[in-house]
């Protein structure tokens, strides 16, 4: 998973500021566009493990973000002192520009659905910075990297936004909740990595097979098809289809010339 977001950061124009552990730090290039963000790389494979021990994990970046005793000092202060070197009024912004991101790998998604006030209650706490909590799994993260090397040339973020755009997967998932494929994982990418923007793929809606066959016939048949999509059931409009205009002033012509004579 850290390669995939890397992918993403680097396409957005981030860069790596800081690292440490399972926590790194990046920082948008743009001098004038000052965003950072927090991730932190979680695994919670262990079977059997508890909902106690996963809240512990994800609470662990908010005390080791102030706490001064952390290696003699706190995430913040480290990384504060890293953006010094650069520019000392960025250091400065760091709290309120901040959002922290939680990948956390699971060994299943099928207890996923009781993690959810768990994981609600983490995004939704006030302190130090916004978070977004994105599970994911060994096999989602495996699907996505072969879409990806099979997409040569391609810019991540428009990878991820062809296969966002399959219709048949998303009824799957919204029928089938958790079904721990690639489409699953990139739509949680889209929801919890704020910048990402969807490029919305406009396909034509395919002409229906009767249209086709309207567009191939000829303008007599045509007419034809017309009175019997209808349910035309006089004979005469029949009869007179098979007449062009020239066909009915021939007639009435030779009709005129009989009946004078």
């Given at each position: 998973?850290?390669?995939?977001?890397?992918?993403?950061?680097?396409?957005?124009?981030?860069?790596?500021?800081?690292?440490?552990?399972?926590?790194?730090?990046?920082?948008?290039?743009?001098?004038?566009?000052?965003?950072?963000?927090?991730?932190?790389?979680?695994?919670?494979?262990?079977?059997g493990i508890k909902d106690a021990e996963i809240l512990t994990m994800l609470k662990r970046l908010e005390k080791d973000y102030i706490d001064e005793n952390t290696n003699?000092?706190?995430?913040?202060?480290?990384?504060?002192?890293?953006?010094?070197?650069?520019?000392?009024?960025?250091?400065?912004?760091?709290?309120?520009?901040?959002?922290?991101?939680?990948?956390?790998?699971?060994?299943?998604?099928?207890?996923?659905?009781?993690?959810?006030?768990?994981?609600?209650?983490?995004?939704?706490?006030?302190?130090?910075?916004?978070?977004?909590?994105?599970?994911?799994?060994?096999?989602?993260?495996?699907?996505?990297?072969?879409?990806?090397?099979?997409?040569?040339?391609?810019?991540?973020?428009?990878?991820?936004?062809?296969?966002?755009?399959?219709?048949?997967?998303?009824?799957?998932?919204?029928?089938?909740?958790?079904?721990?494929?690639?489409?699953?994982?990139?739509?949680?990418?889209?929801?919890?990595?704020?910048?990402?923007?969807?490029?919305?793929?406009?396909?034509?809606?395919?002409?229906?097979?009767?249209?086709?066959?309207?567009?191939?016939?000829?303008s007599k048949l045509s007419k034809y098809h017309t009175l019997i999509c209808e349910q035309c059931t006089d004979i005469d409009k029949y009869i007179k289809c098979s007449?062009?205009?020239?066909?009915?002033?021939?007639?009435?012509?030779?009709?005129?010339?009989?009946?004078?004579?």
């Open positions: 998973m850290r390669e995939l977001i890397q992918q993403i950061f680097t396409a957005h124009k981030f860069d790596i500021m800081w690292q440490e552990d399972n926590i790194e730090f990046y920082s948008a290039k743009a001098k004038e566009k000052t965003s950072f963000f927090l991730i932190d790389y979680i695994e919670a494979t262990q079977v003699g000092k706190g995430v913040k202060r480290k990384i504060q002192e890293r953006l010094a070197d650069a520019n000392a009024s960025v250091a400065a912004q760091i709290d309120k520009n901040t959002s922290a991101i939680y990948p956390i790998k699971l060994e299943s998604l099928n207890n996923l659905d009781k993690y959810r006030n768990l994981i609600y209650s983490v995004e939704e706490s006030p302190y130090y910075f916004r978070r977004f909590v994105l599970p994911y799994t060994e096999n989602q993260v495996g699907e996505l990297k072969k879409i990806i090397s099979n997409s040569k040339g391609k810019n991540i973020v428009n990878v991820l936004s062809e296969i966002a755009n399959q219709e048949d997967a998303y009824y799957e998932l919204a029928g089938n909740r958790n079904l721990d494929n690639a489409y699953e994982l990139v739509i949680r990418l889209f929801s919890k990595i704020p910048f990402i923007q969807y490029n919305f793929v406009v396909q034509q809606k395919p002409m229906a097979i009767e249209k086709r066959i309207e567009l191939k016939m000829d007449n062009t205009l020239e066909d009915d002033a021939a007639i009435d012509a030779e009709m005129k010339k009989r009946l004078e004579r």
